[in-house]
């Protein structure tokens, strides 16, 4: 973990997050290309993960097979999902990409 994200809450830290230079993986449509060769970006924290942890069913897009069905009936759907796509979103809207312009 970087140093400047110590001591931060999960949700700052989630809203903080910001993908390696070079990435071309689309967060917000779950598809594209990443450069380190993994399906899902292994830095993401936790927070913002919207995916199934067991069918990997992605909450934010409904791409994948849902292991419940269309009526969603897991644990994870019910007490974590909700939580983890409104943050996911303000994360999206936040734009991650840009990088502050540091002034001197």
């Known amino acids: 973990m970087r140093n400047d994200m110590r001591g931060l809450s999960p949700v700052e830290r989630a809203l903080g997050f910001v993908p390696c230079d070079g ?13 380190c060769g993994r399906y899902f970006c292994p830095n993401l924290p936790d927070a913002l993960d919207v995916r199934c942890p067991t069918c990997l069913f992605n909450f934010a897009t409904g791409a994948s097979n849902s292991q419940c069905g269309e009526v969603h009936t897991c644990r994870f759907s019910h007490e974590q999902a909700p939580a983890r796509v409104e943050l996911f979103q303000r994360w999206l809207a936040s734009d991650p990409r840009k990088t502050p312009v540091l002034t001197g």
């Open 23 to 35: 990435c071309d993986w689309d967060f917000e449509t779950g598809e594209g290309l990443a450069p």
